[in-house]
């Protein structure tokens, strides 16, 4: 069955230090992946999106995420976080060609 | 450009009841999808409708249904509500039905803000 995992429900990092999100998903075919962002009260915005190509794939807010098919995964970082980024992120798949499947979340949480 | 607006934001309702969420597309989207989610969880695909018509609905049950209509503006209907239903919807509109052909961060789903339902 198609998933996804996003181990780590909370995540606490200083503000200026690196950022990993980690993703993992479970796919018969080559995956279509993407990282999404929702701020309380707000919708779901799109960071980045793998489809096929180069395996870095840059995004908005100076995130980026590593396509590893050798590992299922699909990990997000950013080198400096900002206190803006917290928020909770969600990694997601295409399911056929008209649905995603999302992961749980990560919580981000920014001290200054 | 308006985004996908959704009405209303806030929602409480009993057990039992019924109720409608209604969302608005981004102008010239044919497409609408709706997602539930629940507190803790990540976003779960209930329906997408595209040019009026479902093409694809989730593992959901009969009590939820929505429709489209001819301005592309959509309705989620759930019946007989559970205590289980108090959840996020969110509604998304896109300009292509499938979801794979996108190009570049402009072409992709766009989100509403949701529609926060409480069932009591």
């Known amino acids: 069955a198609q998933s996804v995992t996003q181990p780590d429900i909370h995540i606490t990092v200083s503000e200026g230090a690196s950022l990993e999100l980690r993703c993992n998903y479970s796919?018969?075919?080559?995956?279509?992946l993407f990282w999404y962002v929702q701020s309380p009260g707000q919708g779901l915005q799109l960071l980045l999106k793998?489809?096929?190509?180069?395996?870095l794939v840059q995004g908005i807010k100076g995130f980026e995420a590593e396509f590893k098919r050798s590992q299922s995964s699909f990990n997000l970082r950013k080198p400096s976080v900002h206190w803006s980024d917290a928020a909770e992120y969600f990694c997601?798949?295409?399911?056929?060609?008209?649905?995603?499947?999302f992961g749980t979340g990560t919580r981000l949480k920014v001290l200054a | 450009d308006a985004g996908v607006t959704q009405s209303p934001t806030h929602l409480i309702k009993t057990r039992g009841q019924q109720v409608t969420l209604r969302c608005s597309p981004i102008?010239?989207?044919?497409?609408v999808s709706w997602y539930q989610q629940v507190l803790g969880q990540g976003p779960q695909f209930i329906f997408q409708?595209?040019?009026?018509?479902?093409?694809g609905r989730g593992n959901f049950p009969d009590r939820f249904s929505a429709r489209q209509f001819p301005n592309y503006s959509s309705e989620l209907n759930v019946n007989a509500l559970l205590l289980g239903d108090s959840a996020l919807y969110l509604c998304?509109?896109?300009?292509?039905?499938?979801?794979?052909?996108?190009?570049?961060?402009?072409?992709?789903?766009?989100f509403g803000s949701g529609t926060q339902l409480s069932v009591l």
């Open positions: 997601a798949i295409a399911s056929g060609t008209y649905k995603y499947i």
């Open positions: 796919y018969g075919a080559t995956p279509y």
């Open positions: 793998y489809f096929s190509g180069d395996t």
């Open positions: 998304a509109s896109s300009s292509r039905i499938r979801l794979l052909n996108f190009s570049g961060l402009n072409e992709k789903l766009f």
């Open positions: 102008s010239g989207h044919k497409s």
């Open positions: 409708y595209y040019e009026k018509e479902e093409r």
